[in-house]
């Protein structure tokens, strides 16, 4: 049977000229969502890309945005990695957030990529995120291939979070957080696609030249497992702060 998929909504489309710039219009979005909400639940992301939201939401914080009853959950874990492995994003998020506001240590949730049954900590983190009243606002990058989370080309719309193989491009992609590409996980925890799209709100970003291909699919092109984002396309809420480069082939 041919499924028909009708975009619900014109997708909001921030092109801004810069890095800073992208940064600064998405961390506004968060602010302005803790600010309305204190008690918000907010999807956070890793990678290269929301490292300036991070850095300005530290400096709110500074100035007195509380973090004190927002809870959070991350997208992804890296498999087999250490709370304190650097690369790790439970590292990450410490490091470049969590040290830095005032987050409750109990409302941070992030995939434990150690545990011994992960079926069962995609079961338990999924759940989690029901029992917390679901995302208010996700903010994600986006890969090369078009993935968000680690949900890579292929993954099924209906997954929620569950246990990927890292693709070729994507180990490429972030051989650069490690020694050597061969200490680069194959495998991950990542929300899916339906834990995604369950947010209320959804805040993509990107940056850089190397993007612009999977902007315009993600954007323009059909709305199709290839190509991860598409799928938000069917999203009500969404909006993609993008600089130039990222947005050159829209
Ligand atoms: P990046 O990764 O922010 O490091 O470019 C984005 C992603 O893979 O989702």
Do not use: W
């Not at 300005?56 to 709370?83: P, V």
């Not at 996980?185 to 959804?202: D, E, F, V, Y």
């Amino acid at each position: 049977m041919q499924t028909e998929l009708r975009k619900v909504k014109k997708l909001n489309i921030v092109i801004v000229e810069n890095f800073d710039q992208m940064s600064e219009h998405a961390a506004n979005m968060l602010r302005n969502q803790i600010l309305t909400k204190p008690d918000s639940v907010l999807g956070l992301a890793t990678g290269s890309t929301p490292l300036g939201v991070y850095r300005l939401l530290a400096e709110y914080h500074e100035m007195g945005l509380d973090f004190s009853e927002i809870t959070t959950f991350n997208l992804d874990e890296y498999i087999g990695l250490a709370a304190d492995h650097p690369a790790s994003y439970r590292y990450y998020m410490e490091e470049n957030l969590f040290s830095k506001v005032n987050a409750a240590k109990k409302n941070i949730h992030i995939p434990n990529g150690m545990a011994p049954d992960l079926e069962k900590e995609c079961e338990r983190y999924e759940l989690s995120i029901q029992n917390a009243g679901g995302i208010d606002i996700q903010i994600l990058g986006i890969g090369t291939n078009g993935h968000i989370g680690f949900n890579e080309p292929g993954t099924e719309f209906g997954t929620t979070t569950h246990v990927v193989d890292l693709t070729e491009s994507t180990i490429n992609d972030n051989a650069r957080f490690f020694e050597s590409r061969d200490d680069v996980p194959t495998q991950a925890i990542s929300m899916g696609i339906k834990s995604i799209m369950k947010a209320r709100n959804i805040v993509l970003m990107a940056n850089g030249e190397s993007k612009a291909d999977a902007i315009v699919q993600a954007v323009k092109g059909p709305v199709t497992t290839d190509l991860p984002a598409s799928v938000l396309q069917l999203h009500p809420s969404v909006t993609f702060v993008v600089d130039k480069a990222a947005a050159s082939k829209l």
